[in-house]
């Protein structure tokens, strides 16, 4: 089945502690912006060649791990390679390399989309168990919680026969670790346009989902919709335990080269304006919200909220390339040069002043 897809996914941690579910508006307070100092990844010395990384977490040693194609590599927290700790090697068409991991105490739990398993090693590589999932493929493994593992499911709609903007099923979900027990969790909707085509379909996402979990693998943040609202999940309860959004001048929405492609063959409905949040990230004890406004010598404009959904500041971060994680006074983010090939920044920020709120 062909299939046209543009999918953005992400997450991070914090340390969280929370109470009943309220919605609250907030409104703009205060402007941080922050200087930056890029720091290079190297092997022996010399810089470091990655092929295509996808994902970087930091554990709390300071170590950085990065999944490269069919990778897991590690890094000193000065960004010094140290060594491979994972390798996939069941390579299978468009699943080749496919993995998700997450950083637990001392730990690294992985998931192989190929064979359905997770694989359990310590933060030098060393295994330590495997778990063979009975349920089926997810789309993404979100992380650990007690004696059940979380992951992400997308269902889309049946029987696409005219085109139009649909609603698609992200299941937040607990599997057993035996595999065998499955249980939903919380179902968000997201919208996405979809034609039919002689064979399968042509699809655009509408709204993207965005999520962060935290550091106690208990909650998760999540942004579903196109317009500024942030929904926080209670994993254990099954329970919304609060929305919040604030005010925020929209951006207007420009084509890049693939929209101008998929309009020009399948005609969807014009977007009015951008999806008001990009990205969720969570960093010194704070939720760290992407928007889509964005500054040509100030940066990208990142809101700051506590986690009882108080909107704090805005901070502009002026990055080359795309960002992948945040984590202490780093940045980390992805930038392909002009000759094809990725390389990783790394970026440690000189902060301002505390202001008091």
Known sequence: MKKIVLILLSSAFCCLAI????????????????????????DRGRKYDFYSPLDLKVASSGCIYIKDMNKLLKFNPEGSFKKKVYEQIELQGDLAGEFNFVLLENMIFIYNIIGNTITQIDQDGNFINKYKLKS???????????????????????????????????IILSVSEDGKKEKEIHTF???????????????MIWAHFNSVLSEDGK?????????????????????????????????????NKWDKEFYKLYHPPEKKFEDDILDLFINNGFLWVKTSTRNKEKGILFDVFNFKGSYLEKSYINLKGELMAMHGDFAFAIERNIDGKFKVNMFRFKRKEQEDF
């Open 219 to 255: 909650y998760l943040f999540v942004s579903n919709t196109r317009n500024y609202l942030i929904t926080l999940l209670d994993l254990e309860k099954g329970e919304i335990l609060r929305t919040f959004e604030r005010k925020y001048k929209r951006v207007k929405y420009e084509k």
């Open 19 to 42: 109470l009943a579910h309220t919605s609250i508006k907030n409104h703009e307070e205060s402007l941080r912006q922050n200087d930056k100092k890029e720091i290079r990844f190297t």
């Open 136 to 170: 089926g493929r997810y789309n993404k493994f979100i992380g650990k919680l007690d004696d059940c593992f979380i992951f992400l499911r997308i269902i889309p709609p049946n029987n696409i026969r005219k085109s139009g903007i649909y609603d698609v099923k992200y």
């Open 189 to 203: 909707l997201t919208k996405r346009f979809y034609t039919s085509l002689t064979q399968g379909e042509a699809e």
